[in-house]
């Protein structure tokens, strides 16, 4: 999952930053309003960490721009204040919740995989595709009820690609999505990642189809294509 966090107290960024990345998100840490909103225009993001109080523009005047330009990306808003005002502009504004600083480290992970799993999958435990599943509570995946072993970003890629299950995910945005801006992206290597998670899925009833100039899709295969190189329905 990618997180995009937009907090002005540096000391706090980083230690937010240092904890989600511990916990294999990644993130991108912006400092202000305006720069994050430029950020936003690429729908990359699972999650918007969001300061309410930030220089020039703040995190609530942001948030409102962003639901009025239809973005529904989910929002957790941070604050020093718990007051019920404060609540209450915040959700009237379109945040998915509120946390109060200081945070245990804990609850915000907790919190953060239950607004993704809220957001794309109406409250399940979990996403299934075929007989492979994901399970929000620990992201992890599993096939045919066992552990599915998989490095960094092979992980991001299949993740990226089962919260958007069915849909078309361009090389572009998988590069936008698995990297982070302190990364260097590779398009190249893009290609390898998915050679191995087909491979990972050769027996599996899911598999990952390239459609030619467009992307990549996961979805169920078709019992009558069982065998057949995925590469091959361009």
């Not at 398009?187 to 050679?195: R, T, V």
Request: aromatic share 6%.
């Amino acid at each position: 999952m990618k997180l995009l966090l937009v907090e002005d107290s540096i000391e706090l960024a980083h230690w937010i930053v240092t904890l989600l990345r511990a916990q294999a998100f990644i993130v991108d840490h912006i400092p202000d309003a305006e720069r994050a909103e430029a950020m936003l225009r690429n729908p990359c993001y699972d999650v918007v960490l969001l300061d309410m109080r930030l220089p020039s523009m703040s995190g609530k005047d942001l948030l409102a721009r962003m639901r009025r330009n239809g973005d529904t990306v989910p929002v957790m808003m941070l604050t020093a204040h718990g007051s019920i005002e404060d609540k209450v502009e915040c959700f009237a504004a379109g945040a998915d919740d509120f946390v109060v600083k200081p945070f245990d480290a804990r609850e915000l992970v907790a919190r953060i995989k239950a607004l993704v799993r809220r957001h794309c999958a109406e409250k399940a435990m979990a996403l299934v595709c075929g007989d492979l599943r994901y399970a929000f509570d620990t992201r992890e995946f599993g096939l045919r009820e066992m552990p599915l072993s998989l490095r960094r970003r092979e992980h991001a890629i299949l993740e990226v690609l089962m919260l958007r299950q069915g849909k078309t995910v361009s090389k572009a945005m998988l590069q936008e999505c698995i990297y982070s801006l302190d990364d260097s992206p590779s398009a190249d290597a893009i290609d390898i990642y998915i050679h191995r998670l087909r491979k990972h899925l050769a027996e599996s009833s899911a598999q990952i189809m390239t459609l030619r100039g467009l992307g990549y899709v996961l979805r169920e295969r078709d019992p009558m294509s069982v065998g057949e190189d995925p590469d091959a329905k361009r």
